[in-house]
C-alpha cells in the first residue's frame, strides 16, 4: 500500500516565506505533462497563493515528454537556487527502474514537500461491451491483447498499475503511452481507445461530456465523491497502488531555500477552498516537510521497486 502521509497543514503565515534565500525574480515550477492532467491541475490550483506567499511571480511551465523525464531533466541541471522547480509524483521511483539510459537521478534531487496524496481511476469510452469492472475484465479476456488502455507514458506509475491489473487479473491488455493523463483522457472521449489509467481530473472532462465511465480506482478505499465505485482491490485481490505528488528541486539546493518553498505550498495547502479545489480533482490535499516528504519517497521506492520486479519493467 502506498501510505498516505495526511498531515494537519502548519498554519504558516505569509509573511514568513521572505525573499531571503531567493533572487528577486520568478519561481518556474516545471510540470514534466501536458496542460489539464492531475499534474497541471494541482499546479494551477496552487500557483496564484504560491506567488502570494512567496511575494514574487511563481510560473507554471509544460515541458513533455518521455513519461515525465524531459521535464525532470531540465531541472536535474538548473541552478540549485530554488527558481527551478519539479512537480512529480511515483513515476520519479519507476522511471529510472524502468528506463537505466536516464541521465539524471530524481534520487539526488531533493525535495522541499510533498502536496497530495491520490489513487487513479480505471476509465473505460462510452460503448466499450458493459460497463463495470467485471466485464471489462471479461471483454479482455475474450478479446486477449485487444484493448486497450492509455496512461501518461511509459514507466509512469500509471503504467505499473496496468501491468499489475494484467498480472493479478490474469488478462492481456494492450499498452498505449501518451504525453499526460489529458491527452490519454481525449483519446478515450473520442473512442480511439477503449480505456485509459489515469487521474480523477484528467478524466473528468469525458465524464461531463458523458464519453465515458469510471469503472474503478486503484486506492484501498472508495472515493468519498465516487462512492458506488468499487476499488480494483474489490474485484481483483491483492490489488492496491496509489501515488502522490512532491516538488523537487536541482541537486545540491540548500535546506534553507528548501524549507522557504515548503513554507509556501504549506501556506497555500491550508487555505479551505483551495484544499476543496484539491479534493474536486480526485486528490488529498498534503502537508509535508523536506524530511517528511523524503522519508516517504524512499520508503516507496522500496516498495514500488518490489512491484516493479514482480511485473517484469526493471530493465537491465
Known amino acids: 500500500m502506498l501510505r498516505r502521509a495526511l498531515l494537519a497543514a502548519p498554519l504558516w503565515a505569509p509573511a514568513i516565506v521572505s525573499a531571503q534565500s531567493l533572487q528577486d525574480r520568478p519561481v518556474r515550477l516545471i510540470v514534466p505533462y501536458s496542460a489539464g492532467g492531475v499534474a497541471d491541475t494541482v499546479a494551477r490550483i496552487l500557483q496564484q497563493r504560491v506567488t502570494e506567499n512567496l511575494g514574487q511571480p511563481f510560473i507554471i511551465e509544460n515541458r513533455t515528454g518521455a513519461a515525465g523525464s524531459i521535464g525532470a531533466s531540465f531541472v536535474a541541471q538548473a541552478a540549485p537556487d530554488g527558481h527551478t522547480l519539479l512537480l512529480e509524483g ?21 525535495i522541499c514537500a510533498q502536496i497530495t496524496a491520490a489513487p487513479y481511476i480505471l476509465g473505460i469510452k462510452a460503448g466499450f461491451p458493459g460497463d463495470d469492472l467485471r466485464a471489462y475484465l471479461a471483454e479482455a479476456r475474450r ?52 480505456s485509459c489509467i489515469i487521474s480523477e481530473s484528467s478524466f473528468s ?4 461530456g458523458e464519453r465515458g465511465r469510471v469503472i474503478a480506482t486503484t486506492g484501498a ?55 476543496e479545489r484539491i479534493e474536486e480533482s480526485g486528490n488529498d490535499p498534503v502537508s509535508a516537510g523536506p524530511e517528511e516528504a523524503e522519508a516517504l519517497w524512499r520508503s516507496e521506492r522500496e516498495k514500488i521497486t518490489a512491484l516493479m520486479h514482480r511485473a517484469g519493467l526493471v530493465q537491465g
Open 221 to 275: 478505499a472508495r472515493r468519498p465523491n465516487l462512492p458506488g465505485v468499487p476499488t480494483l482491490g474489490e474485484i481483483v485481490p491483492g490489488y492496491e497502488l496509489s501515488t502522490w505528488i512532491m516538488i523537487f528541486s536541482p541537486p545540491g539546493t540548500p535546506m534553507p531555500i528548501r524549507r522557504r518553498l515548503s513554507q509556501a505550498f504549506a501556506a497555500a495547502i491550508v487555505d479551505p477552498r483551495l484544499r
Open 90 to 110: 511515483a513515476t520519479s521511483i519507476t522511471g529510472p527502474l524502468a528506463n537505466r539510459s536516464l541521465t539524471f537521478d530524481y534520487a539526488a534531487m531533493p
Open 143 to 194: 478479446r486477449p491483447g485487444e484493448v486497450t488502455f492509455g496512461t501518461p507514458g511509459v514507466a509512469h506509475v500509471a503504467h505499473l498499475m496496468g501491468e499489475m491489473l494484467q498480472s493479478l487479473a490474469d488478462v492481456r491488455l494492450e499498452h498505449v503511452p501518451f504525453r499526460g493523463g489529458a491527452d490519454a483522457a481525449r483519446e478515450v472521449a473520442g473512442g480511439r481507445i477503449d
Open 205 to 208: 472532462p469525458v465524464l461531463r
